[in-house]
Structures are given as C-alpha cells and as structure tokens.
C-alpha cells in the first residue's frame, strides 16, 4: 500500500489545520474581550466606588473646619468678647457714656456682620453652614436692637431693659444656636473618621448625668455642655472644651454621691463661683495631650 497521501487526504488535513487555526484565534481574541470587558467593569466599578469614598471625605473635611475656624469662629469669638464686656461695664459708666458704648458696640456689630457675610459658606458641611448662618442672624439681631437703643429719647437705657429687648433676646438665642451647632458638626466629624458609626446627638441635656457624663468621648462631652448653655440661655466667654476641664474635676472630687448630680446643675455652680476661665482647656492640657486628641485640625484644640 502507497504511503503517499491523496489529494483528497490533502484537503482533509488542510480543512482540519484551518479549523483548528480558527479556533485557537477564537479562543485568543475571545480571551482578549473578555479580559478588556472585565477591566472596564472593574474599572468602572472602581472609578464609582472611588467617587462615593472622595464624595464622603469631603464632607466635614479638614478644609472646611479650618475655613469655618478662620471665617467664622474667630470673628465671632472676638465680638462675643466685645459684647460680653460691653455688658460689665454698662452700668458702672453714667447714662451719655452708655450711649457711646451702644454706637461702638454697634460699629462692631456692623463689622463682624459683614465680615462673616463676605465668607465663602462650607456647603459640604451642612452643621457648620448653618453655625454661620445663625451667628450673622445673630449679628443682623443685636445690630438692630443696639439701634433702637442708640435711638431712644429718654436716657433711661440700662442693662436690664436691653436684654429684654427682643431683638437682643432673639440675638442671643441664635448665638447658643450656632455654638451648638459647630459641636454637633465636631460630633458628626467624629462619627465620619474616626468611629464609623451614626451619631447619636444628644437630646436632653439637661438630664445628663456627670457620672453619665464622664463616660463620654470628649466631643461629645462637649456637646452636652453646648447644649446645657443653649438650654439655660447662659452667654460665656469660655467655650464647652474649657468647662469640661472644671467638670472633670468636679466629678472626680465629688464621687457618685455628689449632691449635685447633673451636668447643668454642676456648671450653674461653677459660673456662679466664676470657676470656669476662658483658655482652661489649652492652659490645662499639654501638648501631646492636645495632639493625640482625635479632633480636626483647628488651632481651637491644638494651636
């Protein structure tokens, strides 16, 4: 038998190779597609996924607490400053001195007003937006009032006629507001980056017990005695953080049978005794203290 292969076997052979060829190609181009198909896919879901993260840090960022510090808080702080002083010293000047401690108070209300009014908003944090808001309502208030006060014809002005005047009245009501808010903004901050878990605001702070008290982080902390304030209406030079130094001690000092037993009854205590000093919580922690506390980077908690 010939070992030659026939023109038929020939094309036999040839149709197998050209399948075979086919196939392996497929098999290669359709690996090909389907790896680029799955990188797009994930690519894409990358991409999403990446967006949604980029989206979520740039709520309460570091950039937006420190353009709040500088915009808003520090402004505000100074006026508090003016506002409160103007108060200890009204009734100790004679009635045409008042008069011209009304127009400058006035003059700075103006000041401070527009300078908070020329600053860009954080609309990524809606807490702090809305902190702002309220204190230049609480300027726009005071501003008003202070006018109606200048304007009087009876030089019988006197501190306890203008802080029942309604626009003051309103004025302060919208500066704890605003104090509160920016803690709760802190609060929320937290929540975001450091425990990952939904805030839980407090909601009766006037109930809050020390020993209950002592237990919380220290935004929180802070908080409660924002709230306290707002609640009791009470205007301060110190802010919650320098409270919550002569809280602490307090509870230490006084242990679980203490005679007084709330946050708010405590700091009525303190502020009656004019225990509680502006400054306290950077004079009475040090550096590192300040640096490992989980907060953002503000001057307010680590200049």
Known sequence: ????????????????????????????????????????????????????????TMQYSHTDFMSYYYDAYQPFKEFRRDYLAFFDQFESVPTDQQMELITQLKGRTQQIKATLQGAPYPQSSP????????????????????????????LTTDQIKLLDDPQFQAGQAAWLRGQTLFYEALVLWESIYETNEAPDFVEAPLDIR????????????NEVIAKALEEKEILTYFNPEDAQIYLASYANQQGENAPINTVADALDVLIASNSIQEGAFLEQTTPQEQEDLPSPIIPLFNP
């Open 1 to 56: 038998m010939s070992s030659r292969l026939t023109k038929t076997d020939f094309m036999v052979v040839y149709a197998i190779l050209i399948s075979l060829s086919l196939f392996i190609g497929g098999f290669f181009l359709g690996a090909k597609v389907g790896h680029d198909r799955a990188e797009e896919t994930f690519t894409t879901l990358l991409t999403s996924m990446e967006g949604e993260e980029h989206e979520e």
């Open 127 to 154: 807490l702090l937006k809305e902190s702002m808001l309220q204190y230049i309502e609480a300027l726009s208030a005071f501003e008003k009032g202070l006018k109606e006060a200048e304007n009087k014809t009876d």
């Open 210 to 221: 020390i020993d209950h008290w002592v237990a919380y982080g220290f935004h929180r902390k």
